[in-house]
């Protein structure tokens, strides 16, 4: 892998954090199963370059991006709660209806262009710092910051509330509190996060496209899992939990990166296999444990 790669794969590792931090907090905070994220990051994207084409700063085009993607998941939330659909088909519904709804925030076309626009990259630049470097560096203080203010909403009351609905929502009920707006704020949260994340990659990328959230759940859970598997994280490591978000979204990147440089014999993947790369990275974590297991095993018996 060359230089070019490596930071190449940092900066798409950090870039796309956010995403995972939301992915992380449905389906591992809240147990909640949500496929929005995949309408929700083209969505950030979408109001971004709209936001940035008018002329509104760039960091302000980011908050209009979490504001939009709040809304879309607490659509979600409201459509399992409150219409009692099933949260898999409610997130489904939502997903769909936002790939209609992003091409007309872009006004009627697919995708969106940014070049020669302000991006949130350009102060970083201006310090002196060279592009290749920069972005990864600024996404990376980023995906940091996001991190420590999630495991510090985690810890407050409310954080504390969410986390008890996702592991006992029988008991937390009868303690009095509201599951309902607990789903409907989580699940807002998280894709709230993921439109940042996408509002990040068209700046980053200098174009916005309604398709760019294909696969984006996919790769969100395999960032996740990944990360746990390296990191160890057990029942209740809320925090390590947390930063092995981070730490699986970018060795996932970089897993990617090195198997699309890889050369066996003339056989080599191409982009259109990342699909495959991701199911046969999936796999591996998960049976990691337990391979590693069975092998301390045989050692021991030996």
Not at 241 to 263: E, F, K, P, Q, T
Request: with cysteine; aromatic share 6%.
């Amino acid at each position: 892998m060359t230089w070019y790669a490596f930071y190449g794969a940092l900066e798409q590792g950090f870039v796309f954090g956010l995403m995972v931090l939301g992915v992380y907090l449905t389906f591992r905070v809240l147990e909640f199963p949500d496929l929005t994220v995949d309408g929700s990051l083209p969505l950030g994207a979408a109001v971004t370059s709209v936001a940035i084409t008018s002329g509104l700063h760039p960091v302000l085009a980011l908050a209009l991006a979490a504001g939009a993607g709040f809304l879309a998941g607490a659509v979600t939330g409201i459509l399992n709660t409150k219409l009692r659909i099933l949260h898999l088909l409610a997130s489904i519904l939502t997903m769909i209806a936002l790939y209609s709804i992003n091409i007309r925030i872009m006004g009627g076309r697919p995708n969106m262009a940014l070049l020669g626009q302000d991006t949130v990259i350009d102060p970083v630049i201006a310090l002196g710092i060279p592009p290749h470097m920069a972005s990864w560096l600024l996404f990376g203080a980023i995906a940091v910051a996001a991190a420590g203010l999630l495991m510090w909403f985690l810890s407050t009351e409310l954080g504390q509330a969410m986390l008890a609905t996702g592991d006992n929502p029988q008991m937390v009920t009868a303690l009095g509190v509201n599951t309902h707006s607990m789903i409907i704020f989580g699940v807002g949260l998280s894709n709230a996060m993921v439109a940042v994340s996408g509002g990040l990659v068209a700046q980053n990328q200098g174009a916005a496209d309604a398709n760019m959230g294909v696969g984006t759940i996919v790769a969100g859970l395999a960032s996740v899992i990944v990360g746990e598997t390296l990191l160890g994280v057990g029942p209740g490591r809320v925090k390590r939990a947390i930063v092995a978000a981070i730490v699986g979204s970018v060795v996932y990147r970089l897993a990617i990166a090195l198997a699309l440089g890889l050369d066996i014999g003339g056989f080599t993947f191409a982009p259109s296999d990342l699909n495959l790369i991701t199911a046969l990275l999936v796999v591996l974590a998960l049976t990691a444990p337990q391979i590693k297991s069975r092998f301390g095993l045989r050692r021991r018996a030996c």
